[in-house]
């Protein structure tokens, strides 16, 4: 029996049970599930912002006009342009461009820092006067819908540094393609998500 | 491993061990969810007394539900085991990590099933003889618990859908969407981190967010990944007989 490759061997050693050339689809529509079910979420969290709201429109209003409305719109204007180039990044890409999808990458990572940089000043600012999670029902929904979408962003952030990474090793017009373009939508839901929070928590009750 | 071994033999139990996922959701939403009160959770905001009287009226519907969660969640064992069979052969050139994060991880998924049903257990053993403080404790202390080792199944989620994903077959034993699923419902799990700091509104234990949508997901998944194992299981028969008959006339030649 020593000389005979056992089945379970052959089978998994085999290119026949799963590697079919050119066989992989794009990621594309897989990933849209996991963005609707975040989306959902988020939605259900909005929901549930403004049923608080209603029910406690002075707090609200009252601990909303304490969040710096310029450090937002500074963060709105930071993802918004770095969701241009990942669009530029994804367009280079297609074209077959791997300098310039490498290049839009980067310019996307190093603008989208910024938002990092913000939202932990806003942060350092908020706890260094004594204000958390726990002050009121407004700062428990800022700090968890801020906190979670922070998160979020941080996820981009890794799938940004790691597309650009890999597309100097692999072709960006060949299966890296529908990471790119997953990757690409990912980072335009953190854009949205982050368009309906800062209007919801910066602007209104803003003074 | 046997290279004479028929598919018969092969793929014996796989289909026993992907239904124990069914009946375990089944057994436990009726056992813990139903008899053990749990769905939903007795309230955070709960004075003692108030939690003491529900296990005083209620401890033999709650020792029976609590009998049974422990009796049926091990059964979380083998279907995890189902699932670990298919993923070994999702992608047979690559390394078997994923496979094995997810068997432990689902594995290791028995002990906060199990173990938090003994607290509640314990508190419905004498409900009389223990102060409603006591009660109350061992009641909080199951769900923090449960709910606060989400992680311990957030690994073989994830594992299930970057496994998944790396799929080569023009059509993958799962698809990219349960895939996506499975990642994104492990992940979601993360708003537990906040419970521990509320006892009442979205992110309590009996919150909608951190109970309501958070379970449903968990049993969503279950039912997703079942599914598709029991798809995956007919396909992998064909693909394994097929190279049962590559393979035969080239052991007999080299013979």
Request: with cysteine; hydrophobic share 55%.
């Amino acid at each position: 029996m020593n000389d005979l490759v056992s089945i379970e061997s052959a089978a998994r050693g085999s290119r026949d049970v799963a590697d079919v050339p050119g066989a992989s689809p794009s990621r594309v529509p897989g990933i849209l599930t996991f963005i609707l079910a975040d989306v959902l979420v988020f939605g259900l969290l909005f929901v549930g912002f403004m049923v608080e709201r209603l029910e406690q429109v002075a707090l609200f209003n009252r601990s909303s006009a304490t969040l710096d409305v310029r450090l937002g719109l500074l963060n709105t204007l930071i993802l918004v342009t770095s969701g241009l180039f990942v669009v530029l990044a994804v367009h280079a890409a297609r074209a077959g461009r791997a300098v310039a999808t490498r290049n839009w990458l980067l310019a996307s990572f190093i603008v989208g820092a910024g938002f990092g940089v913000n939202k932990l000043i806003e942060y350092g600012d908020k706890l260094a006067h004594g204000v958390s999670m726990l002050t009121n029902d407004f700062f428990m929904f800022y700090f968890v819908l801020t906190g979670v979408h922070f998160l979020h962003f941080l996820a981009g952030m890794v799938v940004l540094a790691v597309l650009w990474f890999k597309a100097s090793r692999e072709a960006v017009d060949g299966p890296l393609f529908g990471w790119i373009e997953s990757g690409g939508l990912y980072w335009h839901m953190v854009d949205l998500l982050w368009i309906v929070i800062f209007p919801m928590l910066y602007l209104l009750g803003a003074q | 491993m046997n290279p004479a071994m028929s598919n018969a033999a092969y793929f014996k139990y796989w289909r026993a061990c992907a239904a124990t996922g069914p009946v375990f959701l089944a057994a436990f939403i009726l056992c813990w969810g139903v008899l053990g009160y749990n769905i939903p959770p007795i309230p955070a905001d709960f004075t003692a007394d108030q939690l003491a009287e529900h296990f005083r009226t209620h401890y033999n519907e709650v020792r029976a539900g609590m009998a049974g969660a422990m009796l049926f969640g091990v059964l979380y064992l083998p279907w995890t085991l189902s699932i670990t069979k298919v993923m070994e052969w999702i992608n047979p050139n690559d390394n078997n990590m994923m496979s094995t994060l997810q068997m432990w991880g689902g594995g290791l998924t028995v002990v906060p099933l199990v173990t938090s049903s003994v607290f509640w257990l314990t508190a419905a053993y004498r409900p009389d003889a223990l102060s409603p403080v006591t009660l109350q404790m061992l009641y909080d202390q199951g769900w923090l618990l449960i709910d606060m080792f989400y992680a311990i199944t957030t690994i073989p989620m994830v594992a299930i859908g970057v496994g998944g994903l790396n799929d080569q077959r023009s059509r993958p034993l799962f698809p990219r969407w349960a895939c996506w699923y499975s990642i994104w419902a492990g992940l979601s799990f993360l708003f537990e981190l906040l419970m521990p700091f509320f006892k009442s509104g979205l992110f309590a234990r009996q919150g909608w967010l951190n109970f309501w949508v958070e379970f449903l997901v968990w049993f969503l998944y279950i039912v997703v990944v079942t599914w598709y194992v029991f798809k995956a299981i007919p396909r992998l028969e064909q693909e394994r007989a097929a190279l049962l008959t590559q393979e035969r006339p080239a052991r007999l030649a080299a013979a």
